[in-house]
């Protein structure tokens, strides 16, 4: 595929340099594409100004359809479908029904949310992730810098890189 | 490290805890009365034949398969207005009592799992472990004061031949009187309460001298041994509150049993605590104290507080389930006494909305976690639904179907929560508010999550 993509990468060694080479760059008015850690930097994601995610809300969701699937489904089907007598109660009774609704709510929205979030983070099988720089799984701090939405030439971002500490600048087409 | 940090407890602070309690007094005064007064229109009378029939009725679903007949005349009993104070002075001292045990468990639990997040709150709970003797005192008194109305086991002719004659309880007098003749003094109970007031202070004293002495000499040493101790102490509080609640709160409903009681009364005791924890949190935060603490400790306390509302209400469903389905009519007593008696039906209800639907819907956001106008709604919520948890354990037990809750109840409540804020209060004022020598002070500053 011949999308002409290029980047500019800075590559750090330590978190407390990179947290404060995020806001020395975007200072200076380029904006960042990513920054992938080989574990998570606490305040990254604050530097980096991210919103807040709506995972939550999907989780509530997801749960809230498995709450209401589970009610409906036991109801219909002890209550309506093939009423049974179980220890002398009604046949639609809510005790009873309570644990399987827990389950049903726990497990949707745990389903819910890690499908939301794959599709949302586009990952689906046979998908060959964009690696900037394998050293990012390993020991090393990537931020990448997409020169197609910066007015900067490369060399200048590099330069800006460089200068908050970056150990290395590369170059990544895709 | 941070400054140092002195809670003071100002005139106005004390001053509005002493309208707390004063206004609580005058209630429980005026509630007296009423009742008094109501009461004495039917007279001794109405109170034995209602007794009379709730024990005919409560032994009809209960031991009526085991053939126990019901005898009650010999049992006249206090006027209903005193059995009221009773069970109410029993019921609010077994809550507070927990508070109490809670803050000292609380610290417990953070040594021994080595928690560094919490060290600018640490203070707050061990605060509350100073009402541990002050309980333990009012429990041994008034357990010798309500004992003959409250816990119906104590009466002596259960356990002798002839008309009042209980197999059940005699069966389990062991349990009671040990090493003495069931239906005299019951050693053991009263043995087990001081022993386990006189360990829990005992630790409280001890891990409360390392804490205060880490203040002043700093270094590991004392925080090592603090650990060995809350270690040592989580055992013994696993086993002494599972007791405890068997005998304070289960052996009321004495034909009545539950293999949840235990835990059930640990978990309404550990999140009222930490309700109360993280409320106090927040109005020192509020008042320009706790300046190591920040939103993120905020919001593992806010954790804390919505976990444990959900465990409460796993506990209680646990409970609840197993007994509806199994109708067993020796166990399912306990619940038709508490949903179809007409006092004790809404609180029933009320119970699991206030400690359950409230707390588990408010604070399901990470943001109602972190902010403190949330915590200041929700926290009073779960600290009173679960004194309402509390009152249905124990009321319908001992009132059946004279119960109420009116003055009395609200009054008392108000009296107890007045002077267990005072203690707390006073004695949060005695040491630094916030440690000053922790070794995981920086954790807890740069604690982030």
Not at chain 1, 92 to 108: A, K, R
Not at chain 1, 128 to 146: C, E
């Amino acid at each position: 595929m011949e999308s002409n993509k290029n980047f500019v990468l800075g590559v750090f060694d330590d978190e407390d340099v990179l947290l404060h080479a995020v806001s020395k760059v975007k200072d200076k008015g380029i904006k960042i594409h990513e920054v992938y850690s080989p574990f998570p930097v606490h305040g990254l994601d604050e530097a980096l100004g991210y919103k807040k995610t709506r995972l939550p809300i999907a989780a509530f969701l997801f749960g809230m359809t498995g709450t209401s699937l589970a009610l409906i489904m036991q109801i219909w089907m002890l209550g309506y479908d093939w009423p049974m007598i179980i220890g002398g109660k009604n046949f639609v009774s809510l005790p009873p029904f309570i644990p399987v609704t827990f389950e049903l709510t726990v497990l949707l929205s745990a389903l819910g949310m890690v499908a939301t979030f794959m599709i949302v983070s586009d990952m689906k099988p046979y998908k060959w992730p964009q690696q900037f720089d394998l050293r990012s799984t390993d020991d090393k701090h990537i931020m990448a810098i997409d020169l197609a939405t910066n007015k900067m030439s490369k060399q200048d971002i590099g330069a800006v890189l460089k200068d908050s500490g970056a150990q290395e600048v590369n170059d990544k087409n895709f | 490290m941070v400054a140092e940090e002195k809670y003071e407890f100002k005139p106005e602070a004390k001053k509005k805890i002493a309208i707390l309690g004063a206004v609580g007094i005058v209630l429980f005064i005026l509630g007296v009365f009423m009742a008094m007064n109501s009461g004495s229109g039917h007279g001794e009378e109405h109170a034995s034949v209602q007794s009379l029939t709730n024990l005919v009725a409560s032994n009809d679903q209960g031991a009526a398969a085991e053939g126990h007949e019901a005898t009650a005349e010999e049992h006249h009993g206090s006027p209903v207005w005193l059995k009221r104070v009773y069970t109410s002075l029993w019921q609010n001292n077994v809550f507070f009592t927990g508070l109490g045990i809670i803050g000292l468990f609380f610290v417990a639990i953070q040594y021994a799992s080595q928690a560094g997040w919490s060290v600018p709150v640490k203070r707050i709970p061990l605060a509350m472990g100073h009402w541990i003797p002050i309980s333990g005192v009012l429990m041994l008194v008034l357990w010798f004061v309500v004992k003959a109305d409250v816990f119906h086991w104590t009466h002596h002719d259960l356990y002798v031949e002839g008309a009042g004659y209980d197999a059940i309880l005699d069966g389990k007098s062991g349990y009671f009187f040990w090493p003495l003749e069931a239906g005299g003094f019951p050693l053991f109970f009263v043995l087990r309460m001081v022993i386990f007031f006189a360990l829990w202070y005992l630790f409280f004293i001890w891990i409360k001298k390392e804490m205060l002495a880490e203040d002043v000499n700093g270094g590991t040493a004392h925080w090592t041994k603090a650990r060995s101790l809350s270690a040592v102490f989580l055992v013994i509080f696993a086993v002494s509150s599972s007791i405890a609640a068997w005998d304070w709160v289960m052996s009321i409903d004495t034909h009545w049993f539950s293999t949840m009681m235990g835990w059930y009364v640990f978990a309404s005791w550990w999140v009222t605590g930490l309700a109360l924890i993280t409320l106090v949190a927040a109005y020192l935060k509020e008042a320009g104290l706790l300046k190591a603490m920040n939103a993120n400790h905020l919001h593992d306390l806010g954790k804390f507080v919505f976990a444990f509302s959900i465990f409460w209400t796993y506990i209680w469903f646990s409970q609840f389930l197993l007994i509806y389905y199994a109708n067993i009519p020796e166990e399912t007593v306990y619940f038709v006494t508490r949903i179809n008696n007409s006092p004790y039906g809404w609180i029933f209800y009320t119970n699991i909305i206030l400690n359950f639907v409230l707390p588990f819907l408010l604070l399901m956001t990470r943001d109602a976690k972190r902010h403190i106008s949330m915590l200041k709604v929700v926290c009073p919520i779960v600290i009173v639904g679960h004194w309402f948890d509390f009152y249905n354990m124990v009321t319908p037990g001992v009132m059946q179907k004279d119960g109420s809750l009116g003055f009395i109840e609200i009054g008392l409540a108000m009296v107890f929560m007045a002077a267990f804020l005072f203690v707390m209060l006073n004695a949060l004022s005695k040491a630094p508010l916030v440690a000053k020598n922790h070794p995981m002070m920086e954790e807890a500053l740069n604690h982030h999550i």
